[in-house]
């Protein structure tokens, strides 16, 4: 895949081979985080496991292909959550942007702890074990990526532009009609969603040229579940979910409290859905019609 206009200029980096992606109040999530850009994260963080994020708003969250473990990125730090208990991995780093390539192999973006190497911003970072320690790929003291998204053709990231790199080292800079809090790229790439304050965006060359989704609800956070589906909830927590690439929408479920971070994966046959929301840490197996709480917030 290539996010040129011409995609047939260049074949999928396989590099990155992934395992399977209101008004008033959503420009309140989407400024409300925004101070932290500028701040380094607090060096705090929770030395063992408990029953709270530590933190009071996320950025991210994914499920690692390998382990199953739910991973939740915070202001403080990535943290798994298992069994009502949430246990810190790795340094501290303010998370801003957050997604997962394969087993243990995950991508992020932010700002270091005070005791930190890392440059601030950290740019785009690299862990290949499952978060216990990162690695700078590119862009450090340039980019505090607050959308990131993952597929078979690279990386897309916004950091107050839309930018795409193949290997998570060079970069080039997309066009984009508004500013995404969240984007989410198909499985191989071709696919991206992007949820704005002007409602859903849609792109079908890989995020070379958008077009607004007619009928589309108002959604806050979306992630991609397979080539084809794809689920979103709204800023008042109503949940939707499409069969047809973004083309159409249904509700089929409401969450109860505002999302922040939504997450998907499919094994073609089951599909495992978690939601990070402002009560709780939500999943679903049924293709988002109902949820458990895995952890209360």
Same mark, same amino acid.
């Given at each position: 895949?290539?996010?040129?206009? &011409?995609?047939?200029?260049?074949? =999928?980096?396989?590099?990155?081979?992934?395992?399977?992606?209101?008004?008033?109040?959503? /420009?309140?999530?989407?400024? $409300? &985080?925004?101070?932290?850009?500028?701040? !380094?994260?607090?060096?705090?963080?929770?030395?063992?496991?408990?029953?709270?994020?530590?933190?009071?708003?996320?950025?991210?969250?994914?499920?690692?292909? +390998?382990?199953?473990?739910?991973?939740?990125?915070?202001?403080?730090?990535?943290?798994?959550?298992?069994?009502?208990?949430?246990?810190?991995? +790795?340094?501290?780093?303010?998370?801003?942007?957050?997604?997962?390539?394969?087993?243990?192999?995950?991508?992020?973006?932010?700002? =270091?702890?005070?005791?930190?190497?890392?440059?601030?911003?950290?740019?785009?970072?690299?862990?290949?074990?499952?978060? !216990?320690?990162?690695?700078? @790929?590119?862009?450090?003291?340039?980019?505090?990526?607050? +959308?990131?998204?993952?597929?078979?053709?690279?990386?897309?990231?916004?950091?107050?532009?839309?930018?795409?790199?193949?290997?998570?080292?060079?970069?080039?800079?997309?066009?984009?009609?508004?500013? =995404?809090?969240?984007? *989410?790229?198909?499985?191989? $790439?071709?696919?991206?969603?992007?949820?704005?304050?002007?409602?859903?965006?849609?792109?079908?060359?890989?995020?070379?040229?958008?077009?607004?989704?007619? $009928?589309?609800?108002? @959604?806050? /956070?979306?992630?991609?579940?397979?080539?084809?589906? *794809?689920? $979103?909830?709204?800023?008042?927590?109503?949940?939707? /979910?499409?069969?047809?690439?973004?083309?159409?929408?249904?509700?089929? *479920?409401?969450?109860?409290?505002?999302?922040?971070?939504?997450?998907?994966?499919?094994?073609?046959?089951?599909?495992?859905?978690?939601?990070?929301?402002?009560?709780?840490?939500?999943?679903?197996?049924?293709?988002?019609?109902?949820?458990?709480?895995?952890? *209360?917030?």
């Amino acid at each position: 895949m290539s996010v040129l206009p &011409c995609p047939a200029r260049r074949r =999928p980096a396989q590099w990155w081979s992934p395992a399977a992606s209101v008004s008033v109040l959503l /420009v309140a999530v989407l400024t $409300g &985080c925004s101070s932290s850009g500028s701040d !380094r994260a607090p060096d705090t963080a929770v030395a063992t496991a408990t029953g709270r994020l530590p933190t009071s708003h996320v950025h991210g969250v994914g499920i690692d292909p +390998g382990s199953g473990s739910v991973l939740v990125a915070t202001h403080e730090g990535l943290v798994e959550v298992a069994d009502g208990a949430v246990t810190p991995v +790795g340094p501290t780093i303010d998370l801003m942007g957050f997604t997962v390539v394969g087993p243990d192999h995950y991508l992020a973006s932010g700002h =270091p702890g005070l005791h930190s190497d890392l440059p601030n911003p950290v740019g785009l970072i690299e862990t290949t074990d499952a978060g !216990r320690t990162w690695s700078p @790929l590119s862009r450090q003291e340039e980019s505090d990526f607050h +959308g990131l998204t993952v597929s078979d053709a690279g990386v897309l990231g916004f950091d107050g532009s839309l930018l795409f790199s193949e290997d998570g080292r060079a970069w080039e800079p997309l066009p984009i009609p508004a500013e =995404p809090h969240t984007l *989410a790229a198909s499985p191989d $790439g071709m696919q991206v969603l992007a949820t704005t304050e002007q409602g859903l965006l849609r792109s079908t060359d890989a995020g070379s040229s958008w077009s607004s989704v007619e $009928g589309a609800p108002l @959604l806050q /956070v979306a992630t991609w579940v397979d080539e084809r589906s *794809a689920i $979103g909830a709204t800023p008042a927590g109503a949940v939707w /979910v499409t069969a047809d690439r973004g083309l159409t929408w249904d509700e089929v *479920a409401e969450l109860g409290s505002a999302p922040e971070a939504v997450t998907a994966t499919s094994d073609g046959e089951e599909v495992r859905i978690v939601v990070v929301t402002t009560a709780a840490v939500l999943e679903s197996s049924d293709g988002g019609r109902t949820f458990e709480t895995l952890l *209360a917030r």
